[in-house]
Each structure stands twice: as C-alpha cells, then as structure tokens.
C-alpha cells in the first residue's frame, strides 16, 4: 500500500458522485467524498481538507459513514464510493481505514467544537493528525 501512495503522489481528487450516505441499488451505502471538501495525496499519505464551517461539518460526517460501514462489514469500493482515500486504504487495508477514519471523525468533531472554520486531517498507515492546510504532512494544533 505504501508503495501505491508514493506512486500516487501529488494526485488529487475533488469529486462528488451522489449525497453521502446514499444507497445504491444493490443495498450498500455508497461513501461519497463531498465536493466542498478536497483530497490529496502527499508524501506518502492522503490528505482531506475543508475551508469552510460547512465543509467540516461535511467531512466529520464523510470519516463517520467510512467508519460504520467498515464496521458494519460494508464495501467501501475505490474512488467511486470514498475517493483516494478509500481507493489507497480500502483495497486492503479495511481495519486500518475504520480505526484511522475513527480517529479523524473524532479530530474534526474537536475542530468543529473549538469553533475553527476550516482544517483537516491526514491519514497514513501509521497514523492519524490534524493539518491546517492540504499539503500538510505536520500536524497542527485542534
């Protein structure tokens, strides 16, 4: 997996397919990351950000819905349902993706607590922060 991160570096993504949490005709929930919210790939781990209140409240809800339907035993399926992040972590690595997915709904709901109006977090294989920008590969402070 990290060898596909370090390939994929620099590439991003800013997509929406449908309204997250949405499900499909054959029963899965699909994972859509919302278009308000942006992803990238950096230095060998995937970075979401979101500039705005709204945005944060989107992507709290984005790392949730990843967490419960790994949880849950659901399919997280490459871009189309949870964007590079699900892409890069999901193929095989579920248990990673729904602990460190836990880890940043938690950071986000703090952000969204503290009253920031914008922020991330970045998620490798071997762990989980908030950043303040897209290309961050430092953490900042919640």
Known sequence: MQDLLNKYDGAEADIQFNDAGATNEVGLRSITKPASVHEKIVKGGVND????T????????????????????????????????GAIFGAG???????????????????????KSKGGCRITLTDEFPIASLTSTSQSKL
């Open 49 to 52: 950000f979101a500039g705005s």
């Open 93 to 115: 690595a579920g248990g990673i993706l729904s602990v460190r997915s836990g880890s940043a709904q938690s950071d986000v709901k703090t952000m969204i607590n503290n009253g």
């Open 54 to 85: 709204s945005a944060l409240a989107k992507l709290r809800t984005y790392y949730g819905l990843i967490q419960d339907e790994l949880v849950t035993g659901g399919a997280v399926v490459g871009v189309i349902s949870a964007g590079l992040f």
